[in-house]
């Protein structure tokens, strides 16, 4: 059965996405993804997001910080509804940032430097990749 909720619904109702969901507001992109998409997300849950330091986390979301904030965001989405399967027969994908995302499946899924610890979560408009980390792209990765 597929979900009727988009994907920040479906993060919502997920309960380990709080900042994430936060996040996502702060820079402005809830109403995208919760538009018709496809999308997939690569979501931090808030463990991932706690191991950012908590002054550095306040501070990117801080209204002035809005598109730092989206740029990093926007690195944990990739336009298209890909599914684990087929991202496991990929070595890169291109975010919708413009920065393209590593994905080695030799041992598990890792993007980048996160682990995937649940895929293929469904949502109305893609789907959900778990992660254990969140993922920086190159020009915020001194954050």
Request: glycine share 6%; proline share 3%; charged share 20%.
């Amino acid at each position: 059965m597929s979900n009727t909720k988009n994907i920040v619904e479906t993060a919502i109702d997920a309960g380990t996405f709080k900042t994430l969901v936060s996040a996502v507001t702060a820079a402005g992109l809830a109403e995208t993804l919760q538009g018709a998409g496809p999308f997939t997300v690569f979501a931090p849950t808030d463990d991932a997001f706690a191991k950012i330091p908590a002054d550095t986390l306040t501070d990117l979301l801080k209204p002035e910080n809005k598109e730092k904030l989206a740029g990093i965001l926007t690195y944990h989405v990739v336009a298209g509804k890909v599914l684990a399967a087929d991202a496991a027969k990929l070595t890169t994908a291109k975010t919708v940032n413009g920065q393209e995302l590593k994905i080695d499946a030799t041992s598990g899924v890792k993007i980048d430097d996160a682990t995937v610890v649940t895929a293929d979560v469904e949502a109305s408009n893609g789907v959900i990749h778990i992660i254990d980390a969140v993922l920086m792209p190159a020009a915020t990765a001194k954050v």
